[in-house]
């Protein structure tokens, strides 16, 4: 356990569905963010929240959709999803001026779209 | 764009030194992280050079050289469970201190061998 808690661990969704993943931080950090791992490419930035408001969204479709309610939670919304979105989706902490600037990861989600 | 090259594969026996190369090109340069990634887990935080030369941290060293846009991971007396992906990544924007932004390699899948 990191810290940082993603729900759920796996999801396989049809391509008309509807899901959230959830994101929880209970390290006192104060910015959150959302990358997706694919195999064999780096990991790539998807959105940036600081202090519960978005300052980044890396050119993400719109069937993304990003949710900070309060700074110990994220939310991505998921609706019509591609097979190409299948991949695991990190979500990380950090926190304003932290010794070595550091992200603590999640375990992530595997994500299927089908 | 936003680039970093790091080898795909490194293999190594156990009690050995393995060094692992990352070069970068990136639009802003505050520092080079490394993160350690085993298998279905959650990345994890290593190691983070803002300045030249060498930092320590126990069988791990990093080092950086801002002028060859270069840094390596060095691990020594290398251990079974040191078999995992490696990533290094740079912090290429601080929002204005709010909070980090990192760009990460494609990542280095080390395989100990007994």
């Known amino acids: 356990e990191t810290g940082v808690t993603q729900t759920p661990r796996h999801l396989v969704m049809g391509m008309t569905n509807k899901k959230s993943l959830k994101c929880e931080q209970h390290?006192?950090?104060?910015?959150m963010y959302w990358y997706k791992q694919s195999a064999k490419k780096p990991l790539e930035l998807m959105f940036v929240?600081?202090?519960?408001?978005?300052?980044e969204n890396n050119s993400v479709p719109s069937r993304f959709s990003p949710e900070c309610p309060n700074s110990s939670h994220l939310f991505l919304h998921l609706h019509t999803l591609q097979p190409e979105d299948s991949a695991l989706y990190l979500c990380?902490?950090?926190?304003?001026?932290?010794?070595?600037?550091?992200?603590?990861f999640g375990s992530g989600t595997r994500l299927t779209v089908v | 764009g936003q680039s970093l090259e790091q080898p795909s594969e490194v293999t190594a026996v156990e009690g050995a030194i393995v060094q692992i190369n990352c070069t970068y090109q990136?639009?802003?340069?505050?520092?080079l992280s490394w993160y350690q990634q085993h298998d279905g887990g959650a990345p994890t935080f290593l190691s983070y050079?803002?300045?030249?030369g060498l930092e320590e941290t126990g069988r791990f060293s990093s080092f950086l050289s801002r002028s060859d846009s270069y840094g390596y991971l060095l691990l020594q007396e290398l251990q079974m469970k040191d078999s995992a992906s490696y990533f290094c990544?740079?912090?290429?924007?601080?929002?204005?201190?709010?909070?980090?932004?990192?760009?990460f390699g494609t990542g280095t899948l080390l395989a100990v061998q007994p």
């Open positions: 990380a902490s950090s926190l304003t001026g932290g010794a070595n600037y550091g992200y603590t």
């Open positions: 390290l006192g950090h104060n910015a």
């Open positions: 929240y600081s202090l519960e408001e978005r300052v």
């Open positions: 990136t639009s802003g340069f505050y520092g």
């Open positions: 050079n803002a300045l030249d």
């Open positions: 990544a740079v912090r290429v924007s601080n929002y204005g201190g709010a909070t980090n932004k990192l760009i």
